[in-house]
């Protein structure tokens, strides 16, 4: 009941939004990208282009298919999170001076006005642009740089995120 209250107080007093949808979609670059990464797509023939309003839903649309291993129902799960970022030049200006780096920012607006429905199309097409976007190999040494450099993108994903 104390968390109910809370979460009542924060919604309403402080108008606060608790809850966001986050659909998924199984679009046709996503089923592309699970091709790249040597997932088999076949049995997600029957789902492409289809909304679901949650991880949830997508997940029971998966596990009704056979065909599709343990791996690659996590990637698609991964995957699939309907994100939609639109880059906007009018945005720039609300990015924090002190991360991320001028030469991130200045990747981000080379992108001005392009637009991705997942989150994973922005982090490649920026890592793919420029070294100072991309992830270091995981292990204990670059594990600073690599929560570093997730920090720096969620600010601009966050930033540029136009709720569906």
Request: glycine share 4%; with cysteine; charged share 20%.
């Amino acid at each position: 009941m104390v968390c109910f209250t809370g979460l009542f107080f924060l919604q309403n007093v402080f108008d606060q939004q608790v809850y966001e949808r986050t659909p998924y979609q199984l679009s046709k670059p996503l089923v592309e990208r699970l091709q790249q990464d040597g997932v088999n797509t076949a049995p997600l023939a029957g789902l492409e282009s289809n909304d679901y309003d949650n991880e949830s839903d997508m997940d029971s649309a998966l596990n009704d298919l056979t065909g599709l291993n343990d791996k690659s129902h996590a990637s698609v799960l991964k995957y699939a999170k309907f994100y939609n970022i639109v880059i906007s030049r009018e945005l720039f200006s609300e990015l924090p001076t002190d991360s991320p780096s001028a030469e991130q920012i200045s990747a981000v607006m080379q992108l001005g006005r392009k637009s991705f429905q997942h989150v994973w199309m922005l982090s490649e097409r920026l890592a793919s642009m420029t070294p100072v976007w991309k992830s270091l190999p995981k292990s204990k040494v670059n594990m600073t740089f690599n929560k570093t450099l997730k920090n720096q993108f969620d600010v601009v994903r966050r930033l540029f995120h136009i709720p569906k």
